[in-house]
């Protein structure tokens, strides 16, 4: 199987731009210098990259929304990695952080963007020193800065650190959050592509998407999108998290079965026991019950079965595992972590996780079930940006596959499993 | 122009227009909280929410724009469970103390839940989550967090119109609370405008607080007299007592906003006023009414003309007077007593603190009418200093200041004058001088107009009759010119206005009705 970003992160010295340039790194960015913008991107456009942010929106198609004018571009690099469940990026920046920059500074020179910023997760402080270390050597080597091996292409990288918000991984909060405000995302129109940071045209785009991009060069576009499945090219980086025996991240291409992800590559479930659902892309993605997980791993694919491959973050979930507890965890997590800024967001997540946890706690009311699928109907899609939505999908999902769980919860007014909920932010 | 369809009416409104202006071109209602005409679009209360055919989802209207052919729905099921959803939701938390809250009567969220929710509640009263209440966090102003919704229209206010950034709003999802930075009150002149832009009660006037119930007061379109601006306002009062002013929109004068010293201006109307038309002689009182004192001041300025010669008596006007009353002043002393000396002064103590919104120097708000309609200020200090040497026998004063004088020097230089005729609405430094005191309604007592700095002619409406015994100051000046035999038979403000529109030329073609709410610009305005 052929491997796109991950062939090399078992040797520590990939890190450095020494081994790195040794096992053929910078190349791309040297091809890249000889090929015109438009060849760039229609070669990204032929590889179906899609964003592996978790929207999935192609890259290519992205890159051509900046408007045609003079004014200064810029590209944005997602590093916040918020996403319940979700690990991946941190592994590319800390084993194969070369492979980002030379991505940026083959889009950047695509977008004609002289300016670019990794925003990266507060959190993720080893990540942001190596991406230093690396972006300091690749200076060194000129392959950024100014005139950019002999080209006339100057591009500045900078990391800028966030401040712990997982909503500034929404792009628009996170450009706010980047120019020194508050991490409120912004009403669209504008879009960034048009009005983005500092009021320039921007471009946002994930660290494994733009990660991708030396591969795509090398090799083709045609190439990469033969690795994946229909519209969904390349390879992903799958975080697998719970109960398997073998968790971890894992490079696999596209449309892989997801049953086989956690039975194959993962090695099943841990210490033999029965699966009880799946968080297939991140906390936000709807809930999978045991069999609907027989489904290729892309984008298409699992909106066919209502749900989605978001940020390639499977959780799963084994018996045993009080599912109101694990909705209530997450509800937790929405609520601590909506900005704030809408009103069916800020008071919707908060109302989620007062009922989900006294349902939890034995103290559930008849009529909880639907006062919960009500809220999510108000909340929904009536914020500026998703994450009503995401609060509200597992809510909708939870509810929806596991309904007699919670109805017995209500009933019994106590929860069968034993657990106790306990609030993490009052 | 584009052409939409909004609720079932064909509307064509201007490019660029949004969803909320369309509809309320069309009479149609659009609640909203976070959206205000004169800040910028936050899109974030989620209340205008609407159904645009086509659309997937429900779109704001405070921040889409028409598009030719757009077919909107305010008030399709969808909308209707959209909006109730999104009031349950500003809702949960709130404290539910109208009983004590200044804002009731006037509230957004009782008028919207009214017309909007009467939603049953479905959330429990021990979950709700309590925030500092009634702190006081400087300038006119009382926040009480509980009861914010977080529509962030003051933080919007102090970052884009007075550009000084005391509010912001702190933490995050329900724990999100505004407030200032720790040791850093609101520090503008501007604060007042919290209040009013505030569409709950987590922002109250300071001043207002506790006084009265809303629904008690009633309103009368006003000008502020602080300054030679002429903000536009509501004059809100209970019977004979002012309890507060707020802005009125004029988008040619103060948009919606109005300053701090403005609005304390009302002050003057309850307190140390006038009452009693008073003759003095010899340290006694004399309350011989209306008829007796003017008649007394008539002929004692009839007296002096006769026996002395018209530059015996002086007559000092006041930029604090109307048009209207200032016109027949000025007629009074020229074809009545035929005085050389009639002049007024803007000049107020202290240094007269002005900035680049709203504020000017001047503390008149009628200077550049008194100009307009010739009456000079250039001779005043050749005035003040015939009263000093004793040439003037009788002086007839208006207003209730006498320039940059102090008391003492008020009362010093009026002693030279054997008779002082004072017109005025409060006690003062004049009026203990004065040998006549004809008091004065003030500007919420009576019906005239002002020019302001810019030569904007604006009127003025009376809420209700003039305190104790005071009258118009115009009955007042009729009343004197009269007795001298001037047979003016103006029946009201709005005919001496008349008067002044066709023997003044800045004021020609212009009446009480043409002048309407937001005013007229004077015709000389820009070279006078």
Not at chain 2, 57 to 66: G, Q, R, Y
Not at chain 2, 72 to 97: C, N, Y
Not at chain 2, 357 to 380: E, S, W
């Amino acid at each position: 199987m052929e491997l796109v970003l991950t062939t090399h992160f078992g040797n520590d010295q990939y890190r450095t731009i020494g081994t790195y340039q040794e096992l053929g790194g910078y190349v791309a960015l040297k091809k890249a210098l000889g090929m015109t913008s438009d060849a760039i991107i229609d070669e990204v456009k032929k590889a179906s990259l899609r964003g592996r942010g978790g929207a999935g929106f192609p890259a290519g198609i992205k890159w051509g929304f900046l408007p045609k004018n003079d004014r200064p571009r810029v590209l944005v690099i997602n590093a916040d990695e918020g996403e319940p469940g979700t690990f991946k990026d941190r592994l590319i920046m800390s084993r194969g952080p070369h492979l980002l920059i030379e991505g940026i500074a083959i889009a950047a020179f695509a977008l004609n963007a002289h300016m670019s910023y990794i925003y990266i997760r507060g959190e993720f402080v080893k990540e942001a020193n190596i991406l230093n270390e690396a972006i300091d050597e690749a200076y060194a080597k000129g392959f950024l800065g100014k005139n950019i091996l002999g080209s006339g292409f100057d591009l500045d990288l900078t990391v800028h650190r966030g401040a712990g918000a997982y909503v500034c991984g929404e792009e628009t909060s996170l450009i706010n959050s980047l120019e020194g405000k508050r991490g409120w995302p912004r009403l669209k129109p504008p879009f960034p592509a048009v009005v983005g940071a500092f009021g320039l045209p921007t471009i946002v785009n994930n660290v494994e998407t733009l990660a991708d991009v030396p591969w795509i060069i090398t090799n083709g576009g045609e190439k990469f999108a033969s690795l994946g499945s229909e519209k969904n090219g390349g390879t992903r980086l799958i975080g697998v998290s719970g109960w398997v025996e073998k968790p971890g991240v894992y490079e696999l291409p596209c449309g892989t079965n997801l049953k086989d992800i956690i039975y194959k590559h993962c090695g099943g479930i841990k210490n033999g026991k029965a699966l009880k659902a799946v968080i297939p892309g991140g906390s936000s993605t709807p809930v999978l019950r045991p069999e609907e997980i027989d489904v290729a791993y892309d984008i298409e694919s699992m909106a066919k079965i209502g749900s989605a491959s978001g940020s390639g973050g499977v959780i799963v979930i084994p018996e045993g595992t009080c599912m109101v507890r694990i909705l209530g965890v997450l509800m937790n997590f929405y609520a601590h972590e909506s900005c704030g800024q809408c009103t069916p967001c800020r008071e919707g997540t908060g109302w989620f996780k007062t009922i989900v946890s006294r349902i939890e706690n034995g103290k559930g009311k008849p009529g909880d079930i639907d006062l919960l699928l009500d809220l999510c109907d108000n909340m929904m899609g009536r914020t500026v940006c998703p994450l009503s939505e995401a609060a509200g999908m597992p809510v909708k999902s939870f509810l929806t596959k596991f309904r007699d769980e919670f109805e017995q919860h209500i009933r019994d007014q106590k929860c069968p499993y034993g657990n106790k909920f306990q609030s993490a932010h009052a | 122009m584009p052409n939409i369809i909004l609720n079932g009416i064909e509307l064509s409104v201007p490019d660029g227009t949004t969803i909320l202006n369309a509809a309320k071109q069309a009479g149609v209602e659009i609640p909203h909280y976070c959206y205000h005409p004169k800040l910028s679009i936050a899109g974030s209360c989620r209340m205008c929410l609407v159904e645009v055919e086509k659309a997937p989802k429900l779109m704001t209207a405070c921040s889409t724009t028409v598009t030719d052919g757009m077919v909107i729905f305010t008030d399709s099921e969808k909308v209707r469970k959209a909006v109730t959803g999104v009031l349950e939701l500003m809702l949960i938390h709130h404290p539910l103390d109208c009983p004590i809250c200044d804002q009731a009567g006037e509230c957004g969220l009782q008028d919207y839940y009214m017309k909007f929710g009467l939603h049953k509640s479905r959330y429990d009263l021990g979950d709700k989550i309590h925030k500092t209440k009634h702190q006081d966090i400087g300038g006119q102003i009382m926040l009480d967090s509980e009861r914010c919704i977080l529509c962030s229209r003051c933080v919007r206010f102090l970052s884009e119109v007075t550009k000084t950034g005391e509010l912001e709003i702190s933490q995050r999802a329900n724990h999100s609370e505004i407030g200032i930075f720790p040791g850093r009150p609101l520090d503008n002149n501007y604060t007042g405008n919290l209040a009013d832009v505030c569409p709950v009660g987590a922002l109250t006037s300071k001043d207002f607080r506790f006084k009265c119930r809303v629904w008690f007061l009633s309103a009368t379109k006003s000008i502020c007299t602080g300054c030679a601006n002429g903000c536009n306002i509501d004059a809100h009062f209970r019977e004979q007592t002012m309890y507060r002013v707020k802005p009125r929109v004029n988008d040619a004068v103060n948009q919606a906003w109005m300053c701090d010293f403005g609005r304390l201006e009302y002050k003057k109307a309850n307190e140390a006023r006038l009452a009693e038309p008073t003759l003095r002689q010899g340290g006694s009182d004399r309350m011989p009414g209306w008829e007796s004192v003017i008649a007394e001041v008539a002929f004692k300025l009839k007296e002096t003309v006769d026996h002395d010669g018209v530059d015996s008596v002086a007559v000092i006007a006041s930029p604090q007077s109307s048009n209207e009353e200032l016109f027949l002043v000025r007629r009074l002393a020229d074809e009545m007593l035929r005085t050389p000396n009639l002049a007024f002064t803007s000049r107020v103590a202290g240094e007269g603190f002005s900035d680049d919104l709203l504020i000017k120097a001047d503390k008149n708000p009628n200077t550049r009418g008194a100009k307009l309609l010739g009456i000079t200020d250039g001779g005043f200090d050749a005035l003040l200093q015939k009263i000093a040497d004793k040439k003037i026998k009788t002086l007839l004063v208006f207003g209730n200041v006498l320039g940059d004088l102090d008391d003492n020097e008020v009362a010093t230089l009026l002693s030279a004058v054997p008779f002082v005729a004072v017109v005025g609405s409060n006690e003062g430094a004049l009026s203990r001088a004065a040998h006549a005191v004809l008091p004065s309604a003030t500007v919420f007592e009576r019906v005239g107009t002002f020019t302001n700095f810019a030569g904007r002619v604006q009127r003025f409406a009376a809420g209700f009759a003039p305190r104790g015994n005071a009258r118009p100051e115009l009955d007042i000046v009729i009343g004197i010119a009269n007795r001298l035999g001037a047979g003016w038979n103006f029946t009201d403000a709005a005919s001496v206005f008349g008067g002044i529109a066709a023997s003044e030329a800045p004021f020609t073609g212009m009446t009480h009705e043409t002048l309407g709410e937001s005013g007229q610009n004077a015709t000389e305005a820009g070279n006078a």
